[in-house]
């Protein structure tokens, strides 16, 4: 949201802000993945979203993103900035959803 409102009003240059994804549940949902245990609670389809989200929900992501800003603060051109930031707020809204319909699937087996 700080992102966004630092776009909309020109002020990104101000904008000091740090996207640490790499500090997501990458390593349990992987430790999972390797001891099978996800393939005992989850669809095949569940489990390649769960692949897709730790891929940009990464230390890769977080510096491809984090790259963005850098360079969008120095070439500042306002559409450009806003198209990143309706990017990246979709695909967080889209894996938010997936993930919180992941979570019902497994409580409904528990």
């Known amino acids: 949201m700080k ?4 776009v909309n ?3 990104l240059n101000r904008y000091f802000g ?3 994804f790499s500090k997501f549940v990458t390593v349990t949902a992987n430790n999972m993945f390797i001891e099978g245990l996800l393939y005992e609670y989850l669809s095949h389809e569940q489990i390649e979203t769960l692949q897709q989200i730790t891929s940009y929900i990464s230390s890769g992501g ?3 993103i984090n790259d963005q800003i850098k360079f969008n603060k120095k070439a500042f ?3 450009t ?3 990143d930031v309706d990017y990246h707020e979709g695909k967080l809204k889209d894996y938010k ?3 919180n319909d992941i979570m019902i699937s497994l409580k409904s087996r528990i």
């Open 77 to 79: 051109i306002k559409e």
């Open 81 to 83: 900035a806003i198209g």
């Open 3 to 6: 992102y966004r409102n630092a």
């Open 18 to 20: 740090y996207f640490d």
């Open 97 to 99: 959803k997936s993930l």
């Open 62 to 64: 977080e510096t491809y």
């Open 9 to 11: 009003s020109e002020t």
